[in-house]
Nanobody
């Protein structure tokens, strides 16, 4: 069982930056594929960034060039640096983990076994 705890959500103005963090409670963190998802009110949860165990990253087009996913295996941590935030980025952000290679499923909600409780990001115009 892996517990994930996110932090770093806040309210910012359009164009601002935030860095989200997620800490995993496992000694085998380096073996997990990790992803960031978000869910806005009334919308489905969507994957936005993912990172393989070898550090390979993937992004959806809507955040490419603005968001950066990274991991620190020594600290069992996952990060999401968000720059150039827009009102449409407003959502609850979740980190997720899976022990299964991502391949084409990096943004598939069903692919991930473990989820954090979420952290709220609000971007005002």
């Amino acid at each position: 069982q892996v517990q994930l705890v996110e932090s770093g959500g806040d309210s910012v103005q359009s164009g601002g930056s935030l860095k989200l963090a997620c800490v995993a409670s496992t000694q085998t963190y380096s073996k997990y594929y990790m992803g960031w998802f978000r869910q806005a009110p009334g919308k489905e949860r969507e994957g936005i960034a993912a990172i393989d165990i070898d550090g390979t990253t993937k992004y959806v087009d809507s955040v490419k060039g603005r968001f950066t996913i990274s991991r620190d295996n020594a600290k069992n941590s996952l990060f999401l640096q968000m720059n150039g935030l827009k009102p449409e980025d407003t959502a609850t952000y979740y980190c997720a983990a899976t022990g299964i290679r991502l391949q084409d499923e990096a943004f598939n909600v069903l692919w991930y076994n473990y989820w954090g409780q979420g952290t709220q990001v609000t971007v005002s115009s």
